[in-house]
């Protein structure tokens, strides 16, 4: 088989020229042909010595991942659907605004944290995604809207790595995939430019901030540990404390001087006053320490295994509002593609849950969830 170029970081083509014979700045020459023009046939790269050029189609070849469905949003939203075999698809968004351009990448089939709220989650895991695999929804992606936005400049300014997966559980194809996105002679993006969604992969936090420190979001969606634990199961392993701790050493590295924390707004669950002002006080504890953060609250996308409901306005509006007057600074996001359902937590692909995650999840289900930590009262959200 030979070697598919979108597998690799500057570093890693480089090392791949090296064993064709070559010299290294070759592979800064073949990067660019790559990356920025979009080029998958060796012989359109016409400053590449005709011997290199014979070598590189007997080694290697360029591959995005095959295309099932492309949906177009009345808003301008973009959403694709990629083939990753063995019946399993990922989807890659592209959200353009006034002043930037966001793709929203996929770097996994399915997942495996398993979150209540989540329909990824509710898929259960599949497999990783290789770098390849990441990285050719942003190629893909910018070549396309160049050609049909008919632009010779980039049209992606920002990616989020909140599509399908959960990155930091795919750490090793993910980080030659954000050179390359760094990388001036790839795509060329700004660290605060590139973010990594987490739901709170703690050791994978501390080396990503040494490896490649990009702009960080951490799903919360929870003020205490027994709430967080049932929304988003991954927070027995790593509770809020050492998190938020971790958040805070992240600081030191990150492009940015906050955190982002994503909450998702679910009614009757986690958006009462109580919880905001719970979550105002565990913020408070941190920010002695020196964490710096910003709330951005997601109205939830209902599914209906979930058995959860969205928040209403007022609902959100008064949670902001306990957040604002403590001095955070809050965003509630606007929902986009809603009618190509290409919103977050949406993202479904074709992912077979081989896992029996459904089955664990509707068990958690069965149990009600508890609003707070100290108070014993039960909520079973409309079911
Ligand atoms: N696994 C990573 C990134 C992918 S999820 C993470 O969890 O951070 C990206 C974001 O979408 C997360 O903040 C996640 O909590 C949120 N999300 C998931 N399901 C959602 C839903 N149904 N409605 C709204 N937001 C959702
Ligand atoms: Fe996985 Fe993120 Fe969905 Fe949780 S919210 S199940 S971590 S993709």
Redesign the pocket.
């Known amino acids: 088989m030979t070697a598919n170029l979108l597998d690799f970081d500057l570093e890693g083509l480089a090392v791949f020229c090296e064993g064709l014979g070559e010299k290294r700045f070759r592979a800064t020459q073949l990067f660019r042909w790559v990356h920025q023009r979009g080029m998958s046939n060796f012989d359109d790269m016409s400053d590449l010595a005709k011997s290199l050029r014979e070598k590189l189609k007997v080694h290697a070849h360029v591959a995005a991942l095959p295309i099932l469905s492309q949906q177009f949003s009345k808003d301008g939203t973009i959403k694709w659907l990629f083939d990753v075999g063995a019946g399993d698809a990922v989807e890659a968004v592209f959200i353009p605004e006034d002043d930037r351009g966001t793709l929203c990448v996929s ?1 996994q089939a399915g ?1 495996a ?1 398993g ?1 209540r ?5 509710h898929q259960g895991f599949s497999r990783n995604l290789s770098t390849a695999e990441i990285l050719s929804q942003l190629w893909f992606a910018e070549h396309f809207l160049r050609k049909h936005l008919n632009q010779t400049d980039r049209v992606i300014s920002n990616v989020v ?7 930091l559980q795919n750490y090793s194809a993910l980080v030659p995939a954000l050179k390359a996105m760094l990388d001036d002679h790839g795509y060329g993006l700004s660290r605060r430019r590139v973010t990594v ?3 709170g992969v703690v050791p994978m936090m501390t080396r990503l901030a040494a490896d490649c420190p990009v702009a960080l ?3 919360l ?1 929870g003020p205490n540990d027994t709430l967080r634990d049932n929304l ?1 199961p991954l927070n027995r392993k790593y509770p809020l404390d050492e998190l938020l701790s971790e958040c805070t050493r992240y600081l030191e590295k990150a492009p940015r001087d906050f955190i982002t924390f ?1 909450y ?1 707004m679910l009614q009757g669950v986690n958006d009462q006053v109580m919880h905001a002002k719970e979550l105002v006080q565990l913020i408070r504890r941190h920010a002695s320490q020196g964490l710096r953060c910003k709330f951005n609250l ?6 209906k295994e ?1 058995g959860l409901l969205r928040s209403d306005d007022a609902t959100v509006q008064q949670f902001a509002a306990v957040l604002l007057e403590a001095g955070f600074v809050t965003t509630v996001r606007k929902t986009r593609g809603d009618d190509i359902d290409a ?4 993202l479904a692909g074709d992912v077979k849950d081989r896992t029996g995650v459904a089955d664990r999840i509707a068990q958690q289900r069965a149990v009600p969830i508890q609003w707070h930590a100290s108070t014993p009262v039960i909520n079973t959200p409309l079911e």
């Open positions: 770097s997942c944290v979150c709220f989540c329909s990824t989650g790595m909140m599509g399908m997966g959960e990155p969604s987490t739901s979001a951490v799903s969606h988003v994503e998702c997601i109205p939830f996308n209902p599914f979930s919103a977050c937590g949406q």
